[in-house]
């Protein structure tokens, strides 16, 4: 079984939840399943409320605009949801783009180097396939575009076989951990920088 993340055949079970296996890449130290049912899963999306608050949200953006170089006109909410970040947007003249699992837009429609930035909170867990999007996500940034991403690593959520977020019930299928995002990054194009534990800005190069 090779790993989703850096593309490694040395991995080994871990443990399972609700029928489905998680192993562990001995490379980048992520932890995955390759299949969840479709019908196990019970939600997309268990967070509080709390962290798609204007503040936080403003806060984002906030690190958004600072970590390009230029103005932010056009960005993509991966996983728009609730369209929260995009409201926050249009208040700030910033032009938002939603994308999510049900929406007509998809990553693969849209042009070369078309935007500014991306925002990806609480998403990428969910990929079973992270290296394609991501790889498609560096050629939709202009080239010195940013990829914003929140998500809970391996170092944040302690021993995986215990912790509530490693979960296939809410689609978690693929737990990150810092060393396996940075190979992604690479892979994909990016440099990282880690914001805190569960924060990420990967820069176009």
């Given at each position: 079984?090779?790993?989703?993340?850096?593309?490694?055949?040395?991995?080994?079970?871990?443990?399972?939840?609700?029928?489905?296996?998680?192993?562990?890449?001995?490379?980048?130290?992520?932890v995955f399943t390759t299949f969840i049912?479709?019908?196990?899963?019970?939600?997309?999306?268990?967070?509080?409320?709390?962290?798609?608050?204007?503040?936080?949200?403003?806060?984002?953006?906030?690190?958004?605009?600072?970590?390009?170089?230029?103005?932010?006109?056009?960005?993509?909410?991966?996983?728009?949801?609730?369209?929260?970040?995009?409201?926050?947007?249009?208040?700030?003249?910033?032009?938002?783009?939603?994308?999510?699992?049900?929406?007509?837009?998809?990553?693969?429609?849209?042009?070369?180097?078309?935007?500014?930035?991306?925002?990806?909170?609480?998403?990428?867990?969910?990929?079973?396939?992270?290296?394609?999007?991501?790889?498609?996500?560096?050629?939709?940034?202009?080239?010195?575009?940013?990829?914003?991403?929140?998500?809970?690593?391996?170092?944040?959520?302690?021993?995986?076989?215990?912790?509530?977020?490693?979960?296939?019930?809410?689609?978690?299928?693929?737990?990150?951990?810092?060393?396996?995002?940075?190979?992604?990054?690479?892979?994909?194009?990016?440099?990282?920088?880690?914001?805190?534990?569960?924060?990420?800005?990967?820069?176009?190069?």
């Open positions: 079984m090779r790993c989703p993340i850096c593309d490694c055949a040395e991995t080994y079970f871990v443990f399972s939840k609700d029928t489905c296996s998680y192993v562990k890449c001995q490379i980048c130290e992520s049912p479709p019908n196990l899963i019970k939600t997309q999306n268990e967070a509080p409320d709390e962290r798609n608050s204007d503040q936080n949200n403003s806060e984002r953006l906030r690190r958004i605009q600072n970590a390009l170089p230029g103005k932010l006109d056009v960005m993509l909410d991966f996983g728009c949801g609730g369209v929260e970040m995009i409201n926050i947007c249009g208040r700030s003249c910033v032009c938002c783009l939603g994308v999510d699992m049900e929406t007509s837009l998809q990553l693969d429609r849209l042009p070369i180097h078309f935007l500014d930035a991306i925002n990806m909170v609480e998403v990428i867990e969910h990929l079973y396939r992270p290296r394609k999007v991501l790889r498609q996500m560096h050629r939709v940034l202009r080239p010195d575009g940013v990829l914003y991403i929140e998500t809970a690593t391996t170092q944040a959520i302690g021993d995986p076989a215990i912790s509530d977020y490693c979960n296939p019930c809410i689609g978690h299928c693929t737990i990150f951990s810092h060393g396996g995002l940075r190979r992604l990054a690479q892979y994909a194009g990016f440099e990282m920088e880690t914001i805190n534990p569960t924060t990420f800005i990967f820069h176009r190069i």
